[in-house]
């Protein structure tokens, strides 16, 4: 008989250690990691593994994150200036991926894109740290 926890593979326990899994994948694997104790054992036993220097071209690739687009390729797919194949495979990786890290950057990128900073916030702390300045050669 199947255990819930048979259905993920190492390397899917591993994304979900590095968080690099949907945030719906990621709630399953904890949810059977709550309720197997085997599961447990076996992502234990993954994470001594990898810690003990087990360089595979999948841990690599995972930990690197070598197929995440650079955050100015993710901007350019927000102003629309990437040409097609970029654009499918930058929606691939959002949409059918769900990398949370692109989808992050993302977010604060069109967070940065929808309006200037907040100056009056900068205008405080700069007026609250300028008694702790020292003139240029002073103690």
């Given at each position: 008989?199947?255990?819930?926890?048979?259905?993920f593979s190492?390397?899917?326990?591993?994304?979900?250690?590095?968080?690099?899994?949907?945030?719906?994948?990621?709630?399953?694997?904890?949810a059977a990691?709550?309720?197997d104790?085997?599961?447990?054992?076996?992502?234990?036993?993954?994470?001594?593994?990898?810690?003990?220097?087990g360089?595979t071209?999948g841990?690599?690739?995972?930990?690197?994150?070598?197929?995440?687009p650079?955050?100015?390729?993710?901007?350019?797919?927000?102003?629309?200036?990437?040409?097609?194949?970029?654009?499918?495979?930058i929606?691939?990786?959002l949409?059918?991926?769900?990398?949370?890290?692109?989808?992050?950057?993302i977010?604060?990128?069109?967070?940065?894109?929808?309006?200037?900073?907040?100056?009056?916030?900068?205008?405080r702390?700069?007026?609250?740290s300028?008694?702790?300045?020292?003139?240029?050669?002073?103690?």
């Open positions: 008989m199947a255990r819930p926890g048979d259905r190492d390397d899917e326990l591993l994304a979900y250690l590095d968080e690099h899994l949907s945030v719906d994948r990621a709630a399953q694997i904890e990691l709550r309720g104790p085997d599961l447990r054992q076996r992502t234990v036993l993954l994470i001594r593994r990898r810690d003990q220097g360089h071209v841990e690599i690739w995972r930990r690197r994150r070598l197929s995440c650079t955050r100015t390729q993710l901007g350019s797919w927000l102003l629309g200036a990437l040409d097609d194949a970029w654009i499918d495979y929606e691939f990786h949409q059918t991926i769900g990398c949370r890290i692109c989808a992050a950057n977010e604060d990128l069109r967070r940065l894109q929808s309006g200037p900073p907040d100056i009056e916030r900068r205008r702390l700069f007026a609250s300028v008694g702790g300045l020292t003139p240029q050669g002073g103690p």
